[in-house]
T-cell receptor, first 115, second 116 residues
């Protein structure tokens, strides 16, 4: 079946602009995660959605970052007023449920470059 | 707080050699899950294995094997008879059962280069 998909694959934006990154999880997966992978910081958790529960936003680095998940499926990560330190690969993952007993499947990522 | 340490930043081996990637974790939870992921040059993270804290049996899958030891909080990964296609960055990760919020905490990764 189809895996996790993300778009765009690459995004170059000017400092100060807003960007939206999209994630389509695997059909039937109720849990959705956003992570960020950068050279200096490794893989960092950003935000987590589980069903209709309030998202866990504890990993968001600043209030410029937000995410929503519509209809329990597609998710959009928005970064407002982008800064150069936001440059990274943004990874989305989904799993059957939100418990740790289920492995997370990752999408190919969106490489964001802020100039 | 949970933490995963992969002390080996980069490893280089010659094809057909065996190689072990180390992973040490910290957690206060009694129920937790450990994972290994592979990130080849294409960039996509590929799930390799999940192990729960109550199952200390070692696992073998083809040329891959995993050694889970709670006494030393380690979950090491061995590739036997390495091949060039094994070249990738390998991540160890931890997820706690906790209250149900279970994002993965990753180690910094080990870059494995297998030379022909």
């Amino acid at each position: 079946g189809a895996g996790v998909s993300q778009s765009p694959s690459n995004k170059v934006t000017e400092k100060g602009k807003d960007v939206e990154l999209r994630c389509d999880p695997i059909s039937g997966h109720t849990a959705l995660y956003w992570y960020r992978q950068s050279l200096g910081q490794g893989l960092e958790f950003l935000i987590y959605f589980q069903g209709n529960s309030a998202p866990d936003k504890s990993g968001l680095p600043s209030d410029r970052f937000s995410a929503e998940r519509t209809g329990g499926s597609v998710s959009t990560l928005t970064i407002q007023r982008t800064q150069q330190e936001d440059s990274a690969v943004y990874l989305c993952a989904s799993s059957l449920a939100g418990t740790g007993s289920h492995e997370q499947y990752f999408g190919p990522g969106t490489r964001l470059t802020v100039t | 707080a949970q933490k995963v340490t992969q002390a080996q930043t980069e490893i280089s081996v010659v094809e057909k050699e065996d190689v072990t990637l180390d992973c040490v974790y910290e957690t206060r939870d009694t129920t937790y899950y450990l994972f290994w992921y592979k990130q080849p040059p294409s960039g996509e993270l590929v799930f390799l294995i999940r192990r729960n804290s109550f199952d200390e049996q070692n696992e073998i899958s083809g040329r891959y094997s995993w050694n889970f030891q709670k006494s030393t909080s380690s979950f090491n990964f061995t590739i036997t008879a390495s091949q060039v296609v094994d070249s990738a960055v390998y991540f160890c990760a931890l997820s706690e059962k906790g209250s149900g919020n279970t994002p993965l905490v990753f180690g910094k990764g080990t870059r494995l280069s297998v030379i022909a």
